[in-house]
């Protein structure tokens, strides 16, 4: 059998070993984490010592599944050329960091135009990540792009956005995605039943392909459908409601697909507890 793929974006507070102490401690198979700070552009070079404690850790192997996801400065349609410019080398250095951890896709919020446009933002995270990709040939972690609310000027809120990425670049190989279903909601989606939200998938498969689909980040909303601001919450507890996690939770095309989540929580992780029972209840 299977397991099932649940956890939680996890603190590395203390160093990147102790992200795995705390996600086994409440019994996650999955785990999404920061390579460093995520609100400081750069950071010092991981050493071996710290590679080493984080691939050895003897908790290692109870999670299934591992990935990143990039700090939120990074912009890469930024219309400022220092802020672009900072974007492309934090981005390229998270890359290097993850791959050094054997993490296999580092999730990216695509970018926000900030005015110039939809098309001309569109294009420049193309040309951006191909520029990424050019210095680091050999970096094995690909890049998730995440599926956003499109809240102020941000890209990514609808599947066309993404497939518009995807198809562009130089190494669509290298690129897959990580659907939020707190952003697809707020960005108008119909999640609020078991048929729309069959629907909402059935639409991503024709215009991106669930082949690309990567990782699935489970957040209720605190904002109604389609208001396109973003902000989580518990499972069961927002505006989503549960028919969108019960078809998520059962659908055998989602087993393999590490499920997240990245609701409000407390140092005592109590929260993270109480929202993987309720989505584990909903597989019975």
Same mark, same amino acid.
Request: glycine fraction near 6%; hydrophobic fraction near 40%; aromatic fraction near 6%.
């Given at each position: 059998? +299977? ?20 996600? =086994?401690?409440?019994? @996650? +198979? ?30 290692? =192997?109870? !999670? ?11 912009? #890469?349609?930024?219309?400022?050329? *220092? ?11 998270? !890359? ?31 040309? &951006?990540?191909? /520029?990424?990709? +050019? ?8 890049? /998730? ?8 000027? @941000?890209?990514? @809120?609808?599947? *066309? ?14 690129? =897959?995605?990580?659907?939020?279903? /707190? $952003? ?8 609020? &039943?078991? /048929?729309? +939200? %069959? ?25 109604? %459908?389609?208001?396109?601001?973003? %902000? $989580?919450?518990?499972?069961? *507890?927002?505006?989503?409601?549960? $028919? ?16 997240? #989540? ?23």
């Amino acid at each position: 059998m +299977t397991r099932l793929l649940l956890g939680a974006h996890t603190s590395i507070g203390g160093g990147l070993h102790r992200a795995i102490e705390r996600s =086994c401690s409440i019994s @996650c +198979t999955a785990m999404q984490i920061f390579v460093k700070n995520n609100m400081q552009w750069f950071a010092r070079p991981l050493d071996r010592a710290e590679i080493t404690a984080f691939l050895r850790h003897a908790q290692r =192997c109870q !999670l299934d599944s591992v990935f990143a996801h990039s700090n939120y400065l990074i912009n #890469l349609a930024a219309t400022n050329p *220092q802020f672009h410019a900072n974007s492309l080398r934090a981005l390229s250095e998270e !890359l290097i960091r993850a791959d050094q951890l054997e993490l296999p896709f580092l999730v990216l919020h695509p970018g926000a135009h900030l005015g110039a446009g939809e098309e001309a933002g569109l294009e420049k995270i193309v040309v &951006s990540i191909d /520029a990424v990709h +050019t210095v680091l040939p050999k970096t094995k972690t690909r890049i /998730a792009l995440e599926t956003t609310a499109g809240q102020g000027s @941000c890209l990514g @809120c609808t599947f *066309q956005q993404l497939a518009y990425i995807i198809e562009n670049v130089q190494e669509p190989e290298r690129l =897959c995605v990580c659907l939020d279903t /707190a $952003h697809v909601f707020e960005a108008g989606y119909d999640l609020s &039943s078991e /048929a729309g +939200t %069959r629907k909402m998938f059935a639409e991503f498969d024709r215009i991106i392909g669930l082949e690309h689909l990567a990782a699935l980040h489970l957040n209720d909303s605190k904002t109604a %459908r389609g208001s396109r601001v973003d %902000r $989580h919450e518990h499972i069961g *507890q927002g505006k989503v409601g549960l $028919h969108a996690f019960r078809v998520i939770m059962r659908d055998r095309r989602f087993r393999k697909i590490p499920k997240v #989540l990245e609701t409000p929580k407390g140092k005592e992780l109590l929260e993270d507890v109480e929202n993987m029972k309720t989505l584990r209840e909903l597989v019975a």
